[in-house]
């Protein structure tokens, strides 16, 4: 075989392969098996299956939950994904960006009383990026994001 | 607090200066070696004449004439170095995998010094990516790093294309070494792919891609001009790596020097 024709057959080949392990991750993606966070309805659902274990889980931060008590540095709440809730008992100050209706993925395992005690705290942001409306109180920032599908 | 003036009222732009001190400069250089314009300039130093005064007004614009972001407030303006990053990252690899294809399909040796150049530019972007993304991670979700699926598909994205390298210099023929770089840049492409569609197929703590629709219409002008910018910027760091390429590709083709001549 000359070598253009074995270049040519490689270029194939290469992109044969390319495409098929493309689109094999594409189809093998769906499978949930494997997934950086559960929502409070999938966490809850497992029952009691899911206690004990390091597990994360996403959701929304739910509106007047926040209890926050900085000298002892605890911080309540709840995360809700629309239909289930879990509330979330953890230590230290949460990330900056932290607030109600916010979306955050916590780490950490449920307890045997069905409480979330959290390992860590991270705050998820959506792909939205606006200016503040003049005169918005800082509280209200977050409102103006429409909350997003999981 | 120092406030600096928007970018419009200003009478000279930042970047208008940049690119007259760097024109002043080169022809400086010239005078001053006894010679005005020896030879043409290159071409690909307009493109970075213009990236480079791009990026200066894009810069500008980002950290004083953009708004605070509402969430995020003044840590929202590294996205005015991260979003062109990851573009021009996805753009320059792309145009590796279409380089890698054109060498195989046509054997032309220009095909394979510009797979190589492609490759190192993506990786130097990667870098820049990873770095300013975590550096934009920490203060917004709260980590530097986690094992998450977009996190993870663009470190795995680098390797690979830091593989192409590494098996390009493993290989002494000449022939061979192109030939492999260029499958394993077609290989490696997959991962760019994987990278990009990860926030859409798996669950990640990054947001999807965000598009004008949700992004406030000034900021989309600024992360136009940054991206254009990043694009002239690549253009010509790709070039000159190219020159460096051709000149060490004919130096190894040169015949021998002939032994020398003991008097």
Known sequence: ?150 | MISLPHLASLPVTPGQLTGLLAILTIVLMNISRGRVWYHLPSWEHAFGLVGLSLLVDGQYLGLVDAPREAMMGETGRIMYVHVPSAWLTMVVFLFTCIFAVAFLLTGKRVFDLLVESTTEVGIVLSILLQATGMLFAKPTWGVYWDWDPRLVSTTVMMLSFMGVLSLRAALDDADRRATWTSVGAILATTSMGVTYMSVRWWRSIHQMQSSPDTVAKPMVLILRINAFAFLFLSVWLIARRWRIADAQARMDEAPPLPPEVTV
Not at chain 1, 7 to 19: E, S, T
Not at chain 1, 41 to 67: F, N, P, W, Y
Not at chain 1, 69 to 97: C, H
Request: aromatic content about 8%; glycine content about 10%.
């Open chain 1, 1 to 150: 075989m000359s070598p253009h024709a074995q270049r040519r057959l490689f270029a194939i080949g290469a992109l044969v392969i390319a495409a098929g392990a493309f689109a094999w991750l594409s189809q093998a993606s769906m499978s949930q098996d494997l997934v950086y966070y559960w929502s409070p309805t999938e966490l809850l659902s497992k029952g009691d299956a899911a206690k004990g274990a390091t597990v994360r889980i996403m959701g929304l931060v739910e509106k007047g939950s926040v209890d926050w008590k900085p000298n002892e540095q605890t911080l309540v709440f709840r995360v809700t994904d629309g239909s289930k809730q879990v509330t979330i008992e953890g230590k230290g100050a949460p990330p900056q960006m932290f607030r109600e209706g916010i979306g955050v993925v916590v780490e950490g395992e449920m307890g045997p009383d069905g409480i979330f005690r959290s390992h860590e705290v991270l705050v998820k942001h959506n792909n939205e990026y606006k200016p503040p409306v003049a005169g918005m109180p800082p509280a209200d920032m977050s409102k103006t994001l429409v909350t997003e599908g999981s």
